[in-house]
Structures are given as structure tokens and as C-alpha cells.
């Protein structure tokens, strides 16, 4: 009990095709097969939409060991006519 058998089918397309007649069943059968196409086009955009919303992640750059390369410290561009050249950090003791 419970499963559709090949006896259970036949009945069921002859059911079928009494209720919506032969002339009727060929424009269902192409409209459904148009609602799939359109079902399938529209899952398939918003999955490209989920990909561009969502770039996959850029590896982080592994960190420089100490004294490998000199750090680079980016800045956004200033008027270069009034800025003051920067005093670099000494490690020796004061001089007084």
C-alpha cells in the first residue's frame, strides 16, 4: 500500500485526458514547460546576484618577519606646499 504502480498511472492519464480533452492537453503541457524554463532563468539570476553581493574573501597578506622589509605607510594625498617634512624617531638617549 502507499506506492503508484503502473496500473494506478494509466487510470490517472485516462482520468486526466477526460477532464481536459485531448485539444486542451498539448497547451498545458507547453505552458507548464514555459513556467519551468521561466522558474529555472529566475533561480539562476539570483544566485548570480548572491555571487556579486557576496566576492569571496581576499587571503590576508602573512605578517613580515622583523627587519625583512621596511614598512610602508599609506596615506591619503595631502597639498604638498604646507606639509612639514616628518622628524624621524632617534633610539639614543637624549643629549643634555
Known amino acids: 500500500m502507499g506506492q503508484i504502480g503502473l496500473r494506478e498511472l494509466v487510470v490517472l492519464a485516462i482520468i486526466v485526458l ?3 480533452g485531448a485539444k486542451r492537453l498539448p497547451d498545458l503541457a507547453r505552458s507548464l514547460g514555459k513556467s519551468a524554463r521561466i522558474l529555472k532563468s ?13 566576492p569571496p574573501a581576499q587571503p590576508q597578506p602573512e ?8 614598512r610602508t ?9 604646507t606639509v612639514r617634512p616628518a622628524q624621524e624617531p632617534h633610539d639614543a638617549a637624549p643629549r643634555g
Not at 529566475?42 to 557576496?54: R, S, T, V
Not at 605607510?73 to 606646499?81: E, G, L, T
Open 73 to 81: 605607510i599609506k596615506a591619503a594625498p595631502v597639498d604638498v606646499s
Open 42 to 54: 529566475e533561480a539562476a539570476a539570483m544566485k548570480a546576484e548572491g555571487a556579486a553581493a557576496n
Open 63 to 70: 605578517p613580515q618577519q622583523a627587519g625583512s622589509e621596511p
Open 18 to 20: 477526460l477532464v481536459f
